[in-house]
């Protein structure tokens, strides 16, 4: 894969680099090495969840603030360089799934877990034995199963209650993106440089697109139309009956994240700094806004807003009025800390999963951050 590189993308060329690298590192007899990670957030009621980066999953009582930690998602390893056994915390870049009283998170180490959403006692996990290899994208529920890709190139479905294995289609590469459902029709980009439509009743492939890199942004869909962005620079619109290509628009930089549609335009964050609005219909550019800073963090809408994170710490409101394309600074994180983990909305506060394991709440319309709650298990 020929992908050339801006000297602004390096922030994200060091994330790439501890995930491609930390299986190695991990199993290397390295001291203080600390587990990165983008676990965005949860809501169940009064209760959010995410995870850590200490690889635990995090239960948190917006009514009490009363914090709840999982034990950690290991991995034991021995050093071939003749040092000892140790067993050392793994990343969580998924954001947590709820359903039927229990919450699931999937670690770096190949392995889903399943918690009692209540107490967060550990219900099941798998594999039962062994692990697959590094799972970063979320999971997806779906009738009673869980869908979640995989860096063996596999999308796996898992029953919601027992765990165990319902579905398996393999790609032709590695999958770090999270799936979208709709009409029963799983999809999913790969590194193998294509869009997927995988029929969930006969799990069999529908289609696929081939587009000029890897594909890791999430897609999403409406009213019969898959909207994808790919590390060619481009946001495609398919068919989602045919697969057949709508239009497709061109970015600055990588599509990374996952775009949001409000009303007639779609949202797609990019790594040239910009949040584009584009018309649904037509892929036509409306909006153009510059953020100073890449946009890898999934943004969201809070009223009429969509709200954006960028990797320099700073959150921004952007009007979705096109008579009246404005935007504005709501707040900046502490120094040095990054937003890359998916944004979260309830009510009129945004959450995010801070680069320095600390999970901020922000008032949309005063910018105040409310709260900063040390994720790091006491």
């Known amino acids: 894969m020929k992908i050339q590189f801006k000297k602004a993308n390096y922030k994200l060329l060091i994330i790439l680099s501890i995930l491609v690298f930390l299986p190695l590192i991990i199993t290397g007899c390295v001291r203080g090495m600390t587990p990165v990670g983008w676990s965005g957030v949860a809501f169940s009621d009064n209760t959010l969840y995410t995870g850590s980066k200490e690889g635990r999953l995090i239960q948190y009582n ?33 954001t947590p799934a709820l359903a039927n009283g229990l919450v699931f998170v999937a670690g770096y180490n190949g392995e889903v877990h399943a918690y009692a959403a209540d107490n967060l006692g550990e219900r099941w996990v798998y594999p039962r034995k062994g692990t697959l290899k590094p799972i970063i994208g979320s999971i997806v529920v779906f009738n009673n199963t869980l869908y979640f890709g995989c860096t063996d190139g596999n999308i796996y479905g898992l029953d919601v209650t027992t765990g165990d294995k319902k579905f398996q289609f393999d790609t032709g590469g590695e999958i770090w993106s999270t799936p979208a459902i709709d009409n029963n029709t799983l999809f999913i980009g790969s590194f193998d440089k294509k869009i997927y439509a995988i029929d969930l009743s006969s799990q069999t492939k529908k289609w696929d697109f081939t587009t000029e890199a890897t594909n890791v942004a ?6 019969g ?4 962005g790919s590390l060619d620079r481009n946001l495609y619109a398919l068919d989602q009956t045919t697969g057949n290509l709508i239009w497709k628009f061109t970015g600055g930089n990588w599509f990374w994240a996952k775009p949001i549609i409000y009303n007639n335009t779609i ?16 892929g036509e550019k409306i909006f153009d806004y510059d953020l100073g800073g890449q946009v890898a963090a999934w943004p969201v809408i809070v009223g009429n807003q969509v709200i954006a994170g960028t990797e320099n710490g700073n959150i921004y409101a952007l009007s979705t009025d096109a008579n009246n394309p404005q935007m504005k600074l709501i707040a900046t994180l502490p120094q040095n800390v990054t937003i890359t983990a998916p944004l979260a909305a309830r009510g009129n506060q945004i959450f995010i999963n801070g680069s320095n394991n600390v999970l901020y709440s922000v008032d949309v319309e005063t910018g105040r951050i409310i709260s900063n709650i040390a994720l790091k298990a006491s």
């Open 62 to 94: 917006l009514d009490s603030a009363k914090l709840t930690w999982s034990e950690p998602i290991t991995i034991t390893t021995t050093s071939g360089f003749g040092c000892s056994t140790s067993t050392t915390a793994v990343a969580i870049y998924g």
């Open 218 to 223: 999430p897609p999403v869909t409406l009213n």
């Open 225 to 228: 139309i898959i909207y994808a």
């Open 267 to 282: 949202f797609a964050p990019n790594l040239d700094n910009h949040v584009y609005g584009l018309n649904l219909t037509t």
